[in-house]
């Protein structure tokens, strides 16, 4: 019988101001340590490495998702489905994916790329321009589409992205960071109580959908309600750094974009990598049922743990140089940015679909994407993102 060696402890802070301002860096020191370390100050267990990650996240039976570390109730977080394992879980999931319906999604096609060609023809009207791909691009497009086809009014949308930056808050600890963003999320927390109840769903609107199964028996009126402010609160913030992440690492990567140009068969490739790149989720949690074991390491039972995907969509062990932007990777989807197992994220159909038809209308104008100034990371315990990346965009000349 293998014999299992006890995590070894590290005083490794994943929140600490200098480690947030470099996820990416520090969260690799951490996963070249073991593939499961236990940090002693916060009393949970990492697990750090690709393969490890994504065996946990297949064993749901042992790493539960109904507790993890930091958990206590909060209005930003609700329960259905990410905090629940089935058969609840199954039935709230099975009940969300019904909004992403064949029905539902070409009807986004349409909107998204419609929206995505009119906003690039905007912006390229007048030859090269300036931009900052965070907020003029990324959070323009994604404030426009995705609530339209939820239906909701135009007035007070942006709250969205201060509703999402307080949810990838609440899984870290309660110190002056924490409490800064559950305050600025306030105001965007009565937008969201006030926007999500039955009355204000348009008539089939996604919304409304969810309320549609609550009047069918199949869920809840409090589950119906869960799964809308869950979609809020995944749904943005997410998609918006996806598609910063991805323009400014083609900024950084000039021969990639010309790849791409050259070769626009990629394009499905490209959003994978740049998800992989820059993973815009950091890590999820869940807690050990039982006593068991990670790549010959013992996690007990009761133990509360992260699973740290971004840090392991730079490990080594499944990625060549997998501190570069490479767009024509072999298996581009196995990334684990988008979580694996039975929580892998409900909402990534409509996060590809986003991605790649901003950069399906890009890709038809610009010739060349500059950096042209110093970008910003954006500074959050769970997500990761830029608040600021200003680009050039040059277009194709004839
Ligand atoms: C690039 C954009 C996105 C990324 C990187 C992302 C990432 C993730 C990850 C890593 C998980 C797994 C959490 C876990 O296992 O603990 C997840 C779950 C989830 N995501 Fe996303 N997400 C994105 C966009 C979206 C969108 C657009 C929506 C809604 C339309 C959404 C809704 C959800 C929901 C509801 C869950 C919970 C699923 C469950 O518990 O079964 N996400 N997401």
Redesign the pocket.
Known sequence: METLTEAPVSDYDPFAPEVLADVHHYDGLLREVAPVVYIEKYDFYAITRAEEVQKA?RNWRVFS?TDRPFYEPNPFRTAA??M?DPPD?THT?SV?LRIFSAENMEKMQNHFEREAEALVDELMANGPIEVDAYKDVAARYVLKI?PDILGLPEQGRELLLTFGDAVFNVFGPHNDHYKKKMENGQPALEWVAANATRERQTEGGIGWQLYQAADEGIITEEEALQ?LV??FG???D??V??IAGMLRAFADNPDQWQLLRENPDLLSSAFEES?RYY???RY???VAMKDTELGGIRIPAGAKVF?M?LGAGRDARKWDNPDQFIINRPEPQSH?????????????A??RM??RSILAALLKRVGSIDLVGEPRRAINFQAFGHEYVPIRLNPISE
């Not at 684990?336 to 990534?348: E, K, M, P, V």
């Open positions: 996240l998702s489905p990410l629940q879980h999931k969300m995705f799964l869950a979609v995944a749904g943005f997410t998609t750094f996806s998800t993973a815009p989720s999820g949690g869940r699973a995907w684990l940015s988008f979580g694996f197992g039975i929580h892998t994220c409900a909402g990534q409509v996060a986003e991605g």
